[in-house]
């Protein structure tokens, strides 16, 4: 798409173009006319490099009261309950709305298949090879695409909510685009614009992953809640970009070991590779603080020699494929892996 002259002023600004930014676009009614933003490609964004799934309970063994239970207990007493059931009960329909709008994921016959990650006691994560995230999202991008109320802005910048001092009321927002400041009104702006794991030297996200919108919002006098909750992913790929090895492979079967080969993990919690994210990835942390000459540089290693051949095919080709390039046969060798900022589960209120 090239550069487009922009209207100077929508009924929604949507800013934001991963999952949650393009879902929102799609779900505004067709008779309002709707300005999408996103200041690289709508074809870049973190949601779209998310590997191993989204978790729902739609199995008919599952519930979302499962769901709830399994989350309140990961979460070790600090979730909000409300927000909990909200995600857990509402999965499900979304998962369903994800569906229609034509979202392949993957199937065991005519069911969605369904495999199991860390800290569910259900397979419950539904799921796209190893690419669900760019499946989601390329399907979202081409719906959105089509949409003739929503026009897709690139490559522009937001810089700051344009607040009437009078009222405090919300009339737009400004946006550096085509070298210089434009100035857009509309009646509602949604700030949809992900997290900040660039805030870190080590992150799964991609370089866009700033957290332009929380600086955005708390600027303007917005309330931020919880901004210190940052998940750390256990298993990022010790190579420069940190790719993210997901979660998935350990819930298919993969053995994370040490130096000597011995499976640590379980010396710290008794669910081994499957405890929780910040469980696992402390145990890594802790484990190279004992025996790493240098822990910021070392590593451990997740072993997929446990799953077998055929199913590392099918279940995770692209992670196959990045391995590759590095030199790395997942078939034969263990791949070394280290904690990375995945996550930022704080934000706007």
């Not at 779209?48 to 709830?68: C, F, M, N, R, T």
């Not at 695409?145 to 405090?168: D, P, Y």
């Not at 590759?324 to 078939?331: N, P, S």
């Amino acid at each position: 798409m090239s550069d487009i002259d922009i209207p100077n002023q929508f009924d929604v600004l949507v800013v934001g173009a991963g999952a949650a930014g393009l879902y929102t676009a799609l779900c505004l009614p067709v008779s309002l006319e709707v300005g999408l933003i996103t200041k690289e490609t709508v074809s870049l964004s973190a949601s779209d490099w998310a590997q191993g799934g989204i978790a729902a309970a739609v199995s008919p063994e599952d519930s979302p009261k499962l769901h709830i239970e399994d989350t309140l207990k990961a979460g070790a007493g600090l979730c909000d309950l409300n927000a909990v059931k909200f995600l857990a009960e509402q999965a499900p329909s979304c998962i369903q709305s994800l569906v229609n709008l034509g979202v392949a994921f993957d199937r065991h016959d005519s069911n969605l298949a369904l495999t199991l990650e860390a800290a569910h006691s259900r397979p419950r994560v539904l799921h796209a090879a190893d690419t669900t995230g760019r499946e989601v999202t390329t399907t979202l991008k081409n719906q959105v695409l089509r949409r003739q109320n929503i026009t897709v802005i690139q490559q522009a910048l937001a810089l700051s909510l344009w607040i009437e001092s009078q009222t405090g009321q919300c009339l737009g927002i400004s946006l550096f685009y085509q070298g210089k400041i434009t100035w857009v009104r509309a009646g509602a702006v949604i700030l949809a614009t992900g997290g900040g794991g660039q805030v870190f030297a080590q992150t799964t996200n991609p370089e866009v992953s700033t957290g332009d919108g929380v600086a955005i919002a708390w600027r303007a006098g917005a309330v931020l809640r919880d901004l210190e909750f940052v998940q750390f992913h256990p298993t990022a790929l010790s190579k420069p970009g940190r790719f993210l090895i997901s979660e998935a492979v350990r819930g298919e079967g993969a053995h994370l070991v040490d130096d000597t080969g011995r499976r640590f993990a379980f010396d710290y919690h008794p669910a081994g590779e499957l405890a929780p994210r910040d469980v696992v990835s402390r145990a890594i942390f802790s484990h190279l603080q004992n025996t790493a000459s240098d822990p910021a540089t070392a590593n451990v290693w997740l072993d997929m020699r446990p799953i077998p051949p055929e199913k590392i095919r099918h279940r995770f080709p692209n992670i196959i494929a990045v391995c590759q390039r590095w030199g790395i046969d997942v078939f034969n060798q263990p791949i070394p892996v280290s904690p990375a900022a995945h996550y930022w589960m704080g934000g706007i209120i």
